[in-house]
């Protein structure tokens, strides 16, 4: 019987341009103003003829809400509508939409300017005192940045400090930002310090390189030095029996000159030789005549002769 008057009394209500939708779990749907929404109701305005009515629903029940004004307009709604309630000369009145404001963190304009009425009203009144921020200090109501003036703090860098050690405060924190200065400085010297190690190193490992392509072709060349002593060796070997044979040629040559400048090659050409008879088996048949070998040269002989050597060599050319 409640649910068909319920029924009956929304047939009654008449549409308003511009309402909101409102959705419920059991497909139903209702076309109403929300002037309240929180976790527990959903409270639908509705227009009668010449008059409001308000229906509150439980959460719960309702699916969603197709608004055709934002949350935010709506809650802007009811303030207003909350202000022209207000009673100008109540405390509690103003205190009371104050704590509404207070709900909603767009409204801090409106709550403070509300805490102020009441102020005006009430100024021993604690609540707004304290929602302003005001503490009583020696019996007077001042704000807590006053208060802790009077009472000999001092506000530095966001932090208040007994006026006392400020000074002592000041001179630390001075002493600190020198320290941290001078340990940044350090730091950057370290830096620079470490970028020269390593420069050095790497230097240092390029020579190390270089030392040893240099040693290696060090070592090279002294394989090539002991290959051509070597060859100078064979070259030396190879070559004495060229120099016997010159030294014996010039030996001989230097005897027929000085056979020559004593005049004693015309008698032994003119000497008859010497016959060995009793070398002749046969008896009757002369030998043959024979020279002595001439002796080896001397190490004197054998360097003037190395040196005589390019000389002969263009003579016979």
């Not at 909350?82 to 104050?98: C, G």
């Not at 390593?198 to 390189?209: C, F, I, M, P, S």
């Not at 060229?242 to 027929?256: G, T, V």
């Amino acid at each position: 019987m409640k649910r068909i008057i319920v029924c009956a009394l929304l047939l009654c209500l008449v549409r308003t341009a511009g309402a909101d939708l409102v959705y419920f779990h059991d497909g139903s749907v209702q076309e109403g103003k929300v002037v309240h929404q929180d976790e527990q109701a959903v409270v639908v305005s509705y227009a009668l003829h010449g008059g409001e009515v308000q229906i509150s629903y439980p959460a719960e029940k309702i699916e969603r809400i197709e608004w055709k004004q934002t949350p935010q307009e709506v809650r802007r709604e009811e303030y207003e509508r909350l202000l022209a309630n207000v009673d100008p000369d109540s405390a509690a009145s103003w205190l009371a939409l104050a704590q509404w404001c207070g709900q909603d963190k767009a409204f801090e304009e409106e709550r403070r300017r509300a805490y102020r009425r009441v102020l005006d009203i009430d100024p021993d009144n604690e609540a707004a005192r304290a929602a302003l921020g005001y503490v009583r200090h020696e019996g007077a109501w001042m704000t807590e940045s006053d208060a802790m003036v009077a009472r000999g703090y001092v506000l530095h860098n966001g932090q208040w400090v007994p006026g006392d050690q400020y000074a002592d405060i000041v001179k630390a924190e001075a002493q600190r930002a020198e320290a941290a200065a001078r340990e940044k400085e350090l730091q950057v010297q370290l830096a620079q310090a470490r970028a020269r190690a390593e420069k050095a190193e790497q230097q240092l490992r390029d020579t190390q390189a270089e030392t040893a392509e240099l040693e290696e072709r060090i070592a090279e060349l002294q394989y090539r030095i002991e290959e051509l002593e070597d060859l100078d060796r064979r070259v030396i070997i190879l070559r004495q029996p060229y120099r016997r044979h010159h030294l014996l040629r010039r030996r001989i040559r230097r005897n027929l000159d000085s056979d020559k400048e004593s005049g004693t090659i015309g008698e032994r050409e003119e000497a008859p030789s010497r016959i060995d008879d009793t070398n002749d088996p046969a008896g009757g048949k002369p030998a043959e005549l024979t020279e002595p070998d001439p002796p080896e040269p001397t190490d004197k002989e054998a360097v003037e002769t190395e040196e005589d050597e390019p000389a002969e060599a263009t003579e016979q050319e």
